[in-house]
């Protein structure tokens, strides 16, 4: 008699690599696009002393009313189209468990984050990889051809791409949403520092989800807050895959309070654009170095005469984690920067200098 407990375990789920990221760390980090600039301390001190007034002992709300409400009115979309969660991930989640099942087809680009084709594949569904563009820019024919001839219900893309930093434009996105009446599902984490959004489509077409986060822009990754909108009727359904009590109540206090003080985090949305847009410049002169149009808070590189691996290493020696995204489709000779302060930016610049230089030393030997 056999006693493998694995053996109860889908296939599929064996057969498939768990998302994961190496523990490292580094006093310059700048491989998870988070926010350098933290909250300021007396938002997070305003946060604490509401959240020690509360019982610690109590669930949260079942369904966070004042949150959801703030949203509704910070994204300009209606309260009943509005569903938060536990980080956008928990969401991704909870919209794959309402509409995949074995052999349902999705469309997804490629490469984009990895967490979209995981799930789908646990779920049973069939990924059907969209190609992106010869200089890793999205290509919307190719979107629409494949939807066309799979009868996709489902679409999903991440706008800006994480790891590219392209997007797609809204023309485009409205074109996906017309052509049938499967969902096009839009993750906007980074859709800040792009100054540009699809929310506004919410209104005309019933079939399109968008994605938000407040890890990135609103500097909120250590408490996982995320949200989703949609048709109410959409909502509806995908709140029954949502856990119950999903949101911490402190999380949800803090979120509530960024959205409040939003003067303070736009203007530091601003500082990472113009601080993006001159670390791009400084490496585009870089010879040997390509890099990625991005509408994103990172930047994609690739290295013609130097393996990223070694520079990769060799920035972590050097005190500086950056991420190592060869194993991607495409990407075999990329890394991806996240945007530091001021900084950070320097201490990487001087310590990728330093990286390229010593792998051109051992090219030589």
């Not at 008699?1 to 498939?16: A, F, G, Q, T, Y």
């Amino acid at each position: 008699m056999s006693r493998d407990p694995l053996r109860h375990i889908k296939p599929v789920v064996r057969s498939i690599a768990a998302y994961t990221l190496a523990a490292r760390e580094a006093p310059v980090k700048i491989n998870q696009n988070e926010n350098p600039f933290d909250l300021p301390e007396a938002l997070k001190r305003r946060v604490m002393e509401m959240a020690l007034s509360r019982s610690w002992s109590r669930y949260p709300e079942f369904d966070p009313k004042e949150l959801v409400e703030a949203l509704a009115t910070a994204s300009g979309w209606r309260a009943d189209g509005v569903l938060a969660g536990n980080g956008s991930n928990e969401l991704i989640e909870a919209l794959l468990l309402v509409t995949v099942g074995e052999g349902t087809k999705v469309v997804i680009p490629e490469p984009t984050f990895t967490l979209y084709a995981l799930l789908t594949r646990i779920l049973g569904g069939d990924v059907v990889k969209a190609p992106l563009g010869p200089d890793l820019e999205y290509d919307c024919a190719a979107l629409l051809r494949l939807r066309r001839e799979h009868a996709a219900p489902l679409t999903i893309v991440c706008s800006p791409n994480n790891p590219t930093g392209g997007m797609l434009t809204t023309a485009e996105v409205r074109a996906l949403c017309e052509d049938g009446d499967g969902l096009v599902v839009i993750d906007e984490a980074y859709h800040e520092f792009s100054g540009e959004s699809v929310v506004p489509l919410l209104s005309e077409y019933p079939n399109l989800v968008v994605l938000r986060t407040f890890s990135k822009a609103k500097a909120l990754a250590g408490l996982r807050v995320g949200y989703l909108l949609a048709s109410p009727e959409l909502v509806r359904e995908i709140n029954k895959a949502r856990l119950p009590y999903n949101i911490n109540f402190i999380s949800q206090l803090a979120a509530i309070a960024a959205l409040e003080d939003r003067d303070a985090l736009d203007g530091t949305v601003a500082e990472l654009v113009s601080l993006r847009d001159a670390l791009a410049a400084r490496l585009a002169d870089t010879p040997g170095v390509r890099v990625f149009p991005s509408r994103a808070n990172f930047i994609l590189i690739e290295l013609s005469h130097a393996d990223p691996k070694a520079v990769f290493e060799s920035l972590y020696r050097d005190g500086v984690l950056v991420r190592d995204v060869t194993s991607y489709p495409r990407l075999g000779r990329c890394l991806r920067i996240s945007v530091g302060s001021p900084d950070e930016n320097a201490r990487f610049l001087s310590g990728f200098a330093r990286a390229l230089e010593a792998a051109a030393t051992l090219e030589k030997r």
